[in-house]
């Protein structure tokens, strides 16, 4: 039972090794100059026989060249890799993992070590079961061979992955409509092809899985007297919030996670016009509350300002209609149309 756990573990704990390798181009040359060694050495071992002189050491000289032009020849061929920049080959020999090739160049690996990226096949794979029209076929067929002569090789580059749009409840159970976008890359090449079966598709569901977790524990919007986190409001903390939680997900895949963006967020369309309703009304009461304050002010430094220079003196009864004049102008919503009273004040 120990040794089963012991196994599984070190499937989860892969770490890169690099391959054994050669200089590609002194292997090629080399490989070129013993092909034309044996050609030069079967026209020897033909003029043997025809001569008589030595048949038996003749044949054996001719299998020696078929062996090498038509098995050893091409078996050091194939070990011949060429990768560009920000590129990996995977290794594995007789089912075992033997190394991850990196670095640009041209290498020589063992020939018998075959390349594995179970991600880039699927995707081929897709390409080619594609439901497509007969016009676009040619250009899907081309895409489909240029994805399966690279299957093989994984790149290292930053690569971006966007989801398709989500609809997701928020923490007061409003369903919203939301979209990310990741910015990623593979950092242990090793983990991506042993630890899972298709390391993109693997992200893909981490991420719709990360972010209706992390969304679900926010209101889409808060109001400003509370200071409570929102989606709208703290985007770029729940972003990172988001990029965390897949950055954890992945880890068993070797992914690293650069970076994540909210790219949408409304309410879903049911109720996305009382929501429009409701933020305008917020926005009505924040205002008119902003107006009376600023009336009340207002007329309480009108009244100060009377009072202090024994302009008019006032009872009670008149500052009250004075006070009611003065807000029913500053907070109408029209312009007011003052009645001059030419007779007496009272």
Not at 190 to 200: E, G, L, P, R, T
């Amino acid at each position: 039972m120990s040794e089963k756990s012991n196994v599984a573990e070190n499937q989860l704990h892969y770490q890169e090794v690099l391959p054994k390798t050669i200089n590609g181009m002194l292997m090629l040359v080399v490989n070129i100059i013993l092909y034309i060694a044996s050609i030069a050495l079967f026209i020897f071992a033909v003029n043997l026989i025809d001569s008589g002189k030595n048949i038996i050491l003749g044949v054996i000289l001719i299998i020696v060249c078929v062996i090498y032009a038509f098995v050893a020849g091409p078996l050091l061929f194939i070990g011949l890799k060429i990768l560009k920049p920000n590129e990996a080959l995977v290794l594995t020999l007789f089912g075992k993992y033997y190394g991850t090739l990196k670095g640009a160049g041209f290498f020589f690996v063992n020939p018998f070590a075959a390349a594995a990226n179970n991600a880039t096949h699927a995707a081929a794979t897709a390409v080619l079961s594609a439901d497509i029209s007969p016009l676009a076929g040619k250009t899907a067929g081309k895409a489909a061979d240029a994805v399966f002569r690279n299957k093989k090789i994984i790149s290292l580059k930053a690569m971006t992955l966007s989801n398709d749009k989500q609809k997701i409840n928020d923490q007061l159970g409003n369903p919203i409509i939301i979209g990310i976008v990741v910015i990623w890359k593979v950092v242990n090449t090793a983990k991506a092809v042993f630890n899972v079966d298709n390391y993109i598709e693997y992200l893909s569901i981490q991420c719709d899985s990360a972010l209706r977790n992390i969304v679900r524990l926010y209101p889409y919007d808060a109001s400003s007297e509370d200071n409570e986190k929102s989606l709208r409001g703290s985007s770029q903390e729940i972003a990172d919030k988001i990029r965390e939680e897949i950055q954890r997900k992945v880890e068993i895949a070797g992914l690293e996670i650069i970076e994540a963006r909210i790219t949408h967020l409304a309410y879903a369309p049911e109720i996305a016009a009382a929501m429009l309703q409701r933020q305008q009304a917020s926005a009505i009461i924040d205002a008119r509350q902003m107006i009376v304050e600023g009336a009340v002010g207002m007329v309480e430094m009108a009244l100060a300002k009377l009072s202090e220079n024994d302009i008019v003196q006032l009872d009670e009864e008149r500052k009250a209609a004075m006070v009611s004049n003065l807000l029913v102008v500053l907070c109408g919503n029209k312009d007011a149309q003052p009645i001059v009273n030419s007779g007496s004040l009272y």
